[in-house]
Nanobody, 131 residues
């Protein structure tokens, strides 16, 4: 069974930076996609970023592009979401997710339902941004 464990959530000031980690284990498929999602109180879960194995193709939600970066350390089976220039609207519970196969997401508008493409989820980590 695939297992994902997130860490790194914290309280930060607006304009600050934070790096979230997702330790993965139990992958039995050749190709995979990792996703980062977030959900704020009263809001639907939304995709923040995705990355595909091998070609390392990435997607970023428009409002985080240029501020957030997703990358992988394959030797450690760990995936990261580096968040810079944090804004109060970035505050949410952040989740990492995984699925078999490479799934590329595109577009800079509002995208919903991406979470339905993922089969495995971490427990979530809280990110709070103070203004």
């Amino acid at each position: 069974e695939v297992q994902l464990v997130e860490s790194g959530g914290a309280l930060v000031q607006a304009g600050g930076s934070l790096r979230l980690s997702c330790a993965a284990s139990g992958f039995t498929f050749d190709d995979y996609t990792i996703g980062w999602f977030r959900q704020a109180p009263g809001k639907e879960r939304e995709v923040v970023s995705t990355i595909t194995s091998g070609d390392w193709n990435t997607y970023y939600k428009g409002s985080v592009k240029g501020r957030f970066t997703v990358h992988a350390d394959t030797a450690k089976n760990t995936f990261y979401l580096q968040m810079n220039s944090l804004k109060p609207e970035d505050a949410a519970v952040y989740y990492c997710a995984a699925r078999s196969g490479r799934v590329n997401i595109s577009g800079n508008g509002q995208i919903t339902g991406v979470e339905n493409l993922f089969d495995y989820w971490g427990q979530g980590t809280q990110v709070t941004v103070s203004s």
